[in-house]
């Protein structure tokens, strides 16, 4: 039974779909079946892995989320890294939101599409879009945990309390089990302290939650989209890269405890 991880945060450009994308192909390349699911109107996770535009047999996630009795299967694109399959994105997507309105079990569509292909992959990772609209509760609901970036800043942890609220509401009703995955560091600056102070104040507040690596501040992960590549298979040298693949290596570990050993 494969892991299904919703990577949450409604706060924009925080590094939700970098860090998709990275977990994702870092998981491939340590020889996981990844499936990265694309739930974001803009579609990054699908360009950044380099299948801007391209759909699958049975089109976009739009096609599938929207339709009465897709199968999930004929939604599935290959992408250039081994064992990383994507399910794709187009701007289509934002009319999701709205045709869904008046359905009966709106919120439940990602999870039950999900559900025809949990056995074929190891970890399926969400990209979600930045708010707390029908997209994100279909992640939530499909998920079993919920993977957080929070951004190095000030203000990191504004907002996050719609999230917890959403995250509780939705484990009293559609997905009892819905826990955090862990809250993951990002675009740090090392040449300031203010992360250190962000990490003290996260930590306090998420305690084992939050992972020990952080992801720093570093111009390859904001250059690989533009060559369709994941960063950690566009320069794996790169700090940033580095950075993701220790990241990964602590979601295995956690998961899959044996791996520490
Ligand atoms: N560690 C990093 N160092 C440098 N640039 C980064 C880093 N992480 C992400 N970026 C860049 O910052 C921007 C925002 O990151 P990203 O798209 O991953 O955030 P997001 O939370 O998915 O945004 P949105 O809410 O719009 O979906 C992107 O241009 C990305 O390439
Ligand atoms: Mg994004």
Partial sequence: MSKVI????????????????????AIALEGKKVLLID?????????????????????????????????????????????????????????AEIELISVEGREGRLKSLIAQVRDEFDYIIIDSPPSLGLLTLNALVAADRVLIPL?????????????????RRVRASLNPSLDIEGVLLTMNDERTNLGQQVSRDVREFFKDKVYRTVIPRNVRLAEAPSHGLPAVTYDARSRGAEAYFA????VLERNEPVLAL
Avoid at 6 to 25: D, E, S
Avoid at 48 to 69: L, S
Avoid at 151 to 167: R, S
Wanted: hydrophobic share 40%; aromatic share 6%.
């Fill in 247 to 250: 990241f990964a290596r602590e």
């Fill in 6 to 25: 919703a990577v949450t945060n409604q706060k924009g450009g925080v590094g939700k779909t970098t860090t998709a994308i990275n977990l994702a192909a």
């Fill in 39 to 95: 739930c974001d109107a803009q579609g990054n996770a699908t360009s950044g892995v380099g299948e801007k535009g391209h759909r699958a047999p049975g089109g976009t996630i739009y096609e599938a989320i929207t339709a009465t009795d897709a199968d999930l299967h004929q939604f599935i694109l290959p992408t250039s890294t081994s064992g990383l399959s994507l399910i794709p994105a187009t701007r289509d997507l934002s009319g």
């Fill in 151 to 167: 951004h190095c800043e000030y203000f990191a942890l504004e907002g996050l309390a719609d999230l917890v609220a959403t995250m």
